[in-house]
């Protein structure tokens, strides 16, 4: 059994821009703010302006995977191990992508499976699409905090290793 990704669910993946090595950079449309109000029959609905605010990603992160599968290992085996190993492999990719896009919304620099994985993220990455944001790029309400999982006072808490 695995456990499952759920970065990929939780974030926004549409983007502008060509992704074609480290350095380049995209630019991500923020997701607009919408207010929700009590109607009342028989009065005057008024739309709501949305803001269209954007930022700019810098690509500094990338992550691979590589094997091969020798002449012994294929013709001993009952399975076909490629694929096995391929389906693992992405399965890896998932979850180091999970640790680093859930560490980062909690305000870490690194992932769980680094070194120095409690180091805090004081860099921005690109352009911040509010200028008030944090020098982690987060606003105080998008930072994912301890108390959000029932935990206790702190600004984040620690994703641990898998």
Do not use: W
């Amino acid at each position: 059994f695995r456990k499952s990704a759920v970065a990929e669910a939780i974030t926004n993946n549409d983007y502008f821009g060509e992704i074609a090595q480290m350095g380049d950079s995209v630019k991500i449309i923020k997701e607009p703010e919408i207010t929700v109000k009590a109607y009342a029959r028989g009065t005057t609905i008024t739309p709501q302006d949305l803001d269209d605010e954007d930022f700019n990603l810098t690509i500094d992160k990338a992550n691979y995977f590589a094997f091969k599968v020798d002449d012994i290992e294929e013709a001993h085996s009952h399975v076909n191990f490629q694929a096995l190993a391929s389906d693992r492999a992405a399965y890896r990719l998932a979850d180091q992508f999970d640790q680093d896009v859930l560490g980062y919304m909690c305000g870490f620099k690194q992932s769980a499976l680094h070194g120095v994985a409690d180091t805090a993220n004081t860099t921005v990455n690109g352009s911040k699409a509010i200028s008030t944001a944090g020098s982690n790029e987060l606003l105080a309400e998008m930072q994912v905090d301890a108390n959000d999982f029932g935990g206790s006072a702190d600004n984040g808490i620690g994703i641990q290793p898998r």
